[in-house]
């Protein structure tokens, strides 16, 4: 059998009749993630757009703002027909309104490889185009993509240069993990993985007697054992600065340290011990808000001193307004215990999240498609996009600059689904509304694709031939094509050399390369530039892998502790910002210039819980990546009546009358959506979890404020940015109510594609 790679693991298959059929872990992989599951049937799904379509409205009267996105069938046309269309509007755009009216939205995983790679296939046509308006960070990282380089001069190193999961086995003491290691998320990487070690090192770690503390609402946020703290959701930092008030009032904080490495520990000691406000962030002070007692954070406080701690903090913790402060907090407690550096010892952040953080990196890059410059310098936040379409020339801060919303004509979509990442879908989708066109490439009916005006039908990763790799996995493998397009579809390629053509740049595009020569010219111009030999294109693509050599035994700034001199960081100070000057003089009213306390705007604690009154925590979801292949077997096994799955306590479940197995009602005032109910212990009470993911589906396609029939919790999510720092996503924690569904149930339509009538 074939072996090719996903996101979320290298796989043998089995293909017939143009179809996955059957599958397999590839390369040995010992913990392959039950992720693969979805891939038989994917090929030839009836959620495939099956050839070229547009819009009926946008064909009747022309591109311009409308409420009908979602609610119109659409017409099949030739891919001729789509390719002049779409030139043409392209042009009236850029020659009516600018290059920056052409927002070239793409954000997403997108599918494995390094070619066909859809984010790096469609920002290089626009750039070649004239440029775009782009969006920089992430929905995952939006709030530590601004201050982890503020703070500690690097953002990706603190993934990709992280800790090695074998230091943590054989060193580390006291894992520490503040919104646990989600052994789920572990399956997945960007660019494809072929191993996942950190099952087997947690089980190593905990052979030599070595002991992890869950901070967390959720019990199962760590496979295996743990010493579990259910902690009030959002209140994480609260905890962090209750113990790091017993280190410094109980003699622990190792002040040497903070004295060589760190700068400003000082300003923010005044805060923590309360010396200009009075208020001291002590444990019985952090027990009132965080639910948890106060002699189990004093005690928690002098295990982490006792050892070889290591302090993790889950990316989904900046997921929410104030976003910024619980990795900055998290990184400053374990400066304060002085451990950043040594073996096993210091900070980490995303354990748990992905499937990266603890594999060593390799020694090199990897192949490339090169996408030049971008003439266009106006840029957004990735979670900004509502904002951005539905206020153009308002002013906004962002990372100490004050910018202004362009005007946005056009969204140009390909790879990725915001009806999975953006928050407030309502709001989303009025957004949409105020653009003249909008263009989605895809090889699925989403409800981002059923919201577009032009739509691409893209082939999937196992139609064309490519290679793939990550930067923390040892192998670049070989992704011959497995099947031929399906139906009408083509790559995005082929797609944008037509355009590109038509468009008078089409030399500029291909280069005068087909595919295969392009995939021959990346490896070999890669190759060339690398300090060690390796095979040949045709060689490497035929033994149909190459195995590349890593950073084994890293630990995070282990190199700057060494020598803090000659491996100063990236920052004004050369060390650790506890403090940062820069920040402090922005003046955001939400972000100061050091770790603190903010109340959350959606938390138990508050006044708007008294009418919504459970915290829903929308995380990732164990039975696919994010929204990919959400009609796989895998991902429809966890189904509960068609519906996505919610967690309830059974106490909550008992107070409404609720029990296992039935459809209850979520909602708040900015939405609601269905669900399937599933009762279970494994949660604080008045927590309620539903994971992000199952495709939006609203019982009237036309009303933006409808029920969605599936499940999809960014209906009820606020879209707000973390604070005028970083502006990152907060769609992770929401207060909601839950009740029974009494009504006749809707059908789940979300994989179905909407009608299509044939062109004139």
Not at 109 to 116: L, P, Q
Not at 614 to 619: E, P, V
Not at 624 to 644: C, F, M, N, P, Y
Request: aromatic content about 8%; hydrophobic content about 35%.
């Amino acid at each position: 059998m074939p072996v090719s790679l996903t996101h979320w693991g290298a796989f043998d298959a089995q293909v017939d009749a143009g179809d996955i059929t059957e599958v397999g872990p590839g390369f040995g992989d010992t913990d392959p993630s039950p992720l693969l599951g979805n891939l038989p049937g994917s090929i030839r799904h009836r959620a495939r757009v099956t050839g070229p379509a547009v819009r009926s409205g946008w064909l009747e009267h022309g591109p311009g703002p409308t409420d009908r996105r979602g609610g119109d069938e659409f017409v099949a046309v030739s891919w001729d027909e789509l390719t002049e269309l779409l030139a043409d509007e392209l042009r009236r755009i850029v020659d009516a309104h600018g290059n920056g009216a052409i927002y070239g939205g793409s954000y997403g995983w997108a599918s494995a490889g390094r070619f066909h790679h859809a984010q790096s296939q469609v920002h290089r046509f626009l750039k070649l185009l004239g440029g775009y308006t782009f969006s920089r960070h992430s929905y995952s990282l939006g709030a530590t993509g601004v201050i982890m380089p503020r703070v500690v001069g690097t953002h990706d190193d603190l993934f990709k240069r992280a800790t090695n999961w074998t230091e943590i086995a054989q060193h580390t003491d006291l894992l520490v993990c503040f919104g646990g290691i989600g052994g789920k998320n572990t399956g997945v990487n960007h660019g494809g993985t072929t191993a996942h070690p950190s099952r087997n090192a947690l089980n190593d770690f905990r052979e030599r007697g070595s002991r992890i503390v869950s901070i967390s609402p959720l019990r199962d946020d760590v496979d295996g054992d743990s010493d579990w703290l259910p902690a009030v959701p959002g209140t994480d930092v609260a905890v962090m600065l209750a113990l790091a008030h017993v280190l410094a009032t109980d003699g622990l904080a190792d002040r040497a340290f903070l004295t060589e490495y760190c700068t400003g520990y000082s300003e923010f000691e005044r805060y923590l011990l309360g010396t200009d406000d009075g208020v001291a962030r002590s444990p019985e002070w952090a027990a009132v808000i965080c639910g948890l007692p106060a002699d189990a954070l004093r005690a928690l406080a002098h295990r982490m001193a006792a050892g070889r701690t290591m302090i993790t903090v889950a990316w989904s913790l900046q997921r929410t307004r104030h976003g910024e402060q619980a990795p900055w907090m998290g990184l400053t407690l374990a400066a304060m215990l002085g451990q950043i550096g040594l073996p096993g010892g210091g900070f980490g952040h995303g354990y748990g999240s992905m499937n990266e953080p603890g594999l060593a990196p390799l020694r090199c890059g990897l192949p490339a498609l090169p996408q030049g410059p971008n003439p266009v310098g106006t840029f957004i936040p990735v979670a900004a996009v509502s904002d951005m379409l539905l206020h153009p020339g308002e002013p906004f801060d962002f990372n100490g600059r004050r910018l202004v919303y362009p005007d946005i004509r056009c969204v140009y979509w390909a790879g990725g689904n915001p009806f999975h990442h953006h928050q407030n879908l309502p709001r989303f989708r009025r957004a949409l509304g105020r653009v003249d066109t909008v263009v989605v490439h895809d090889p699925y009916w989403t409800a981002m694709a059923k919201h577009a005006d032009i739509v691409v039908p893209s082939t999937t990763a196992y139609e064309r031939d490519d290679f793939s790799g990550s930067r923390n996995d040892p192998r670049l493998v070989a992704m011959p094509a497995l099947a031929e397009p399906y139906a009408r579809s083509r790559n995005d390629y082929q797609t944008f050399a037509a355009l590109a053509d038509r468009l008078g740049f089409g030399p500029a595009f291909t280069e005068g390369r087909t595919e295969w020569e392009w995939l021959e010219h990346m490896y070999e111009t890669w190759a060339d530039g690398l300090d060690f030999a390796v095979p040949g294109f045709e060689e490497f693509w035929s033994a149909g892998s190459l195995r590349l050599p890593v950073q084994d035994g890293l630990n995070l700034l282990g190199d700057f502790r060494a020598d803090p001199q000659r491996h100063r960081l990236n920052t004004p100070s050369g060390r650790i910002e506890i403090f940062s000057r820069t920040i402090e003089d922005f003046g955001y009213a939400d972000c100061a210039g050091h770790p603190r306390w903010y109340e959350p705007t959606e938390w138990l604690g508050g006044q708007r819980a008294q009418r919504f009154p459970l915290h829903l925590l929308a995380n990732q979801p164990a039975t696919r990546l994010h929204s990919q292949l959400d009609g796989g077997a895998t991902s429809q096994s966890s189904k509960v009546q068609g519906r996505e799955p919610i967690r309830m306590h059974p106490a909550d479940a008992a107070r409404r009358g609720l029990a296992g197995g039935e459809v209850v009602r979520v909602f708040n005032d900015r939405g609601a959506c269905l669900a399937g109910l599933v009762v279970d212990e494994r949660l604080r009470p008045s927590v309620v979890q539903l994971s992000t993911g199952a495709w939006y589906d609203p019982v009237d396609p036309t009303d933006p404020d409808s029920l969605c029939a599936h499940g999809n919790p960014n209906v009820l999510t606020d879209d707000v940015g973390t604070s005028a720092l970083a502006r990152g996503c907060t769609g992770a924690h929401v207060l909601v109510q839950v009740e029974r569904f009494d009504g006749q149930l809707p059908p789940v339509r979300a994989h179905e594609p909407p009608v299509t009538v044939a062109g004139p």
